[in-house]
């Protein structure tokens, strides 16, 4: 069954901190990966796409490891509207149009 | 303006009732989703249509039924709503052009409270 996994938290961190979430996907043939964030009772919304080689995108940073089917989000100097709960989404399999959500990780940036 | 509108925002309905719910998109996509979120349990995928033509069953489709009119509009129907249909529905759309599973941008949700 596809899946993926993901640390429920919260994490509960001050401003300023550095947090990493990671997630697992169970479906070796997903071949398109996405942070996506979430506000309280609000839709989803991309955060960023993550490629295979890692990529930046201001403070925040995402990894791809396909080998042991993990990705990772990295924020640095966390800001208190960092607050919300991130969703890890991979595809559901080669070609696949179809998104699986994570059931996300939830973040508290603490003045 | 929003470039995926919902209607309803909000309803609360009595079980055994028809409810419509009702997705736009100006973005010119052609794949649109359905999606109920419930606390504890993620997004969870009811139905997909790739075009007006292609209507797909998703993971939790029982109990729902859905109608693309237009490349456009996309609406989610239950025939009988019960209690358990409780939930956040989001409606989210997403490009085929690029030839990948790319970004798909959601709706701002129908909270949906069925009595």
């Known amino acids: 069954r596809k899946e993926v996994e993901q640390d429920p938290g919260p994490f509960n961190v001050p401003e300023g901190a550095t947090v990493a979430f990671n997630c697992t996907y169970s479906n070796s043939a997903s071949q398109s990966f996405f942070w996506y964030r979430q506000d309280c009772r609000k839709e989803p919304k991309l955060l960023m796409s993550?490629?295979?080689s890692g990529n930046e995108d201001g403070r925040f940073t995402a990894q791809l490891n396909r080998a042991s089917q993990y990705i990772s989000l990295l924020i640095r100097d966390s800001k208190l509207s960092d607050s919300a709960t991130y969703l890890c989404?991979?595809?559901?399999?080669?070609?696949?149009?179809?998104?699986?959500f994570g059931k996300g990780t939830k973040l508290s940036v603490i003045p | 303006d929003a470039d995926v509108t919902q209607t309803p925002r909000n309803r609360i309905t009595k079980t055994g009732k028809r409810i419509m719910l009702e997705c736009s998109q100006t973005k010119g996509h052609d794949r649109m989703y359905w999606y109920r979120q419930d606390p504890g349990l993620g997004l969870r995928l009811i139905y997909y249509?790739?075009?007006?033509?292609?209507?797909n069953k998703g993971e939790i489709s029982d109990g729902y039924s859905v109608s693309r009119q237009a490349q456009a509009k996309f609406s989610l129907s239950l025939e009988s709503a019960i209690p358990n249909q409780t939930a956040l529905y989001f409606c989210a759309t997403s490009d085929s052009a690029g030839g990948v599973p790319d970004t798909q941008y959601f709706g701002p949700g129908t909270r949906l409270t069925v009595l």
């Open positions: 249509s790739f075009d007006v033509k292609d209507i």
């Open positions: 989404v991979v595809n559901a399999g080669a070609g696949s149009y179809q998104l699986t």
């Open positions: 993550v490629y295979s």
